[in-house]
Nanobody, 127 residues
Framework: VQLQASGGGLVRAGGFLRLSCAAS????????MGWFRQAPGKEREIVSA????????YYADSVKGRFTVSRDNAKNTVYLQMNSLKPEDAAVYYC?????????????????????WGQGTQVTVSS
């Protein structure tokens, strides 16, 4: 699975951005997908995830109520709508796919399950 994230940019605090992750290669709809971020000097963390069917989602506590993950399997794309952005949301955002297709849709927040990574997209939030 090849992944390409896009949609990052500079936004003021309180603003919004929509990230996209386009996938190519194997059957996209068979993979659970995740969004991660890494800020300078910090470890990478999982932000959100969505099951292969789209029926289950996961959000880190820090983004609940502000971020929304979705996917369009017909377009081989997963999205991350980010609203009410805060300076602490600034990071490089990455999308990732599950190690294996057709895996269970539970446990989406487990970082270890994701094995395919795209290049990141920078999100900068000014205060």
């Amino acid at each position: 699975v090849q992944l390409q994230a896009s949609g990052g940019g500079l936004v003021r605090a309180g603003g919004f951005l929509r990230l996209s992750c386009a996938a190519s290669g194997r059957a996209f709809s068979s993979y659970n997908m995740g969004w991660f971020r890494q800020a300078p000097g910090k470890e990478r963390e999982i932000v959100s995830a969505i099951s292969r069917s789209g029926g289950s989602t996961y959000y880190a506590d820090s983004v609940k109520g502000r971020f929304t993950v979705s996917r369009d399997n017909a377009k081989n794309t997963v999205y991350l709508q980010m609203n009410s952005l805060k300076p602490e949301d600034a990071a490089v955002y990455y999308c990732a796919a599950d190690w294996l297709p057709w895996r269970q849709e539970s446990g989406l927040g487990s970082e270890a399950r994701y094995g395919y990574w795209g290049q990141g997209t920078q999100v900068t939030v000014s205060s």
